[in-house]
């Protein structure tokens, strides 16, 4: 279990490589002032370019700083790193041309686990999602080495792409970096086997989010660029558009987190134009992508680029939230992202701790092993008074297991 705050790690870390705050601020690209306010608890550090810049000059990954996985007795928090053993057994051991496992069931029973793990995953279902995965994703190695026809073999590499997928965003999302880029390699192989435009998108947006952010978020950017500018003529089918669309909001983000955020406004306008080309149906679509995906998405590219309170709020009220019923993940994003933005302000931290509690109700395996949230609701832990949460924040921060 780990109770040590975002900035009681920085100062521990800070004095570990020597450096004073105005050493490590110069380094960075901040104020020291920033740096004081932040190991004090006055200022969260909830920007993903902070995180990065200040892990990149501490020569030390985002993990080191933000902290890894969480455990603790709360059954929501720690059960989902049960399934992380399981998951780097497959992944480590299975390829396309030496699979660990010598037999496996008919490949259309295991089309038909993947649909119905999907809709877990988009809810963030970890613990659900890990008990079929590692199999699933053992046995398709198995049909990809040893297809029975031309038609099984592209089958077995489009599910395996899938269940890579899935694979990837479930490390990620609990804080196995290294697990979550080897699932995106792993998508990347199966797509380059199958030379289609739309899966070689697929693998490349969930490598473009495995990759590790310590001084590299402009790589990121880089890739997301190109894999959306590569996609762009093979896009004629309602998936082709919907990866596209991804695609290109990986790359308002990260434009956003280099701060260029003419770049990101120009990206976020791009996804507009494909969103209108699909359904406005994130329930029925690849990674939610829609128009109301694409408002999602301009509030967390808001919120790293510094917006906060009402600013946040009147983005937040142009997204319809009855169509996210079937996407909890998104939700619980979206929810989350709301409430770091609001939590900046004082006037607007009560409303945070609602957006928070809102975002832990729809996806409580990943957000109460989030590092951002865990951030966010120490930093207002700190200042709480019964106008900026009280109960219900002091509520949040024992599920976290964040001392209080």
């Known amino acids: ?4 705050t975002i900035g009681a790690r920085l100062r521990t870390l800070r004095r570990w490589r020597g450096m004073t705050q105005t050493e490590l601020a110069g380094l960075a690209g901040l104020s020291p002032s920033f740096l004081s306010m932040v190991e004090t608890g006055q200022r969260p550090l909830d920007r993903r370019s902070h995180i990065s810049a200040i892990a990149s000059a501490l020569r030390v990954s985002e993990t080191d700083l933000v902290g890894g996985p969480h455990l603790s007795a709360d059954p929501l928090q720690s059960d989902p790193h049960a399934v992380i053993p399981a998951l780097r057994a497959a992944l480590q051991t299975s390829s396309v041309d030496d699979p660990a496992v010598d037999r496996a069931r008919a490949l259309p029973v295991l089309a038909r686990e993947m649909a119905r793990i999907e809709p877990l995953h988009q809810a963030c279902d970890y613990a659900a999602v890990g008990k079929a995965l590692p199999a699933i994703v053992e ?3 198995y049909h990809v080495a040893a297809p029975e026809d031309e038609a099984s073999y592209k089958s077995a590499l489009e599910t395996l792409v899938d269940a890579c997928v899935c694979a990837t965003f479930t490390a990620k999302d609990l804080g196995y970096g290294d697990l979550a880029h080897l699932a995106a390699l792993q998508a990347e192989e199966a797509a380059r086997r199958l030379g289609d435009p739309v899966q070689r998108g697929k693998a490349a947006f ?3 989010h495995s990759l590790p952010k310590t001084g590299s978020w402009d790589r990121t950017l880089a890739q997301a660029e190109h894999a959306a500018s590569d996609l762009e003529p093979h896009a004629g089918t309602p998936l082709g558009f919907q990866v596209l669309g991804m695609l290109e909001l990986t790359a308002a983000l990260s434009a956003a987190v280099v701060q260029n955020g003419e770049r990101a406004a120009d990206w976020l306008k791009e996804a507009d134009r494909v969103a209108e080309r699909v359904p406005d149906a994130p329930d029925e679509s690849w990674m939610a992508f829609s128009a109301t995906n694409v408002g999602i998405w301009r509030v967390a590219v808001s919120v790293e680029r510094g ?7 009147k983005l937040a009220e142009t997204v319809n939230e009855d169509k996210l019923v079937g996407k909890q993940g998104r939700r619980a994003a979206f929810f989350a992202d709301v409430g770091r933005g609001l939590a900046r302000e004082s ?5 945070a701790v609602r957006w928070l509690r809102r975002a832990e109700d729809s996806a409580p395996q990943w957000i109460r092993n989030s590092p951002a949230v865990r951030g966010t609701v120490t930093y207002l832990l700190d200042r709480a008074t019964t106008t900026a949460g009280g109960r219900e924040l002091r509520g949040m921060a024992a599920r976290m297991r964040i001392q209080h």
């Open 139 to 141: 046995e398709l190695h």
């Open 206 to 208: 969930v490598r473009a």
């Open 1 to 4: 279990m780990d109770e040590i």
């Open 307 to 313: 917006y906060s309170g009402g600013a946040i709020l």
């Open 347 to 351: 006037r607007t931290q009560r409303d």
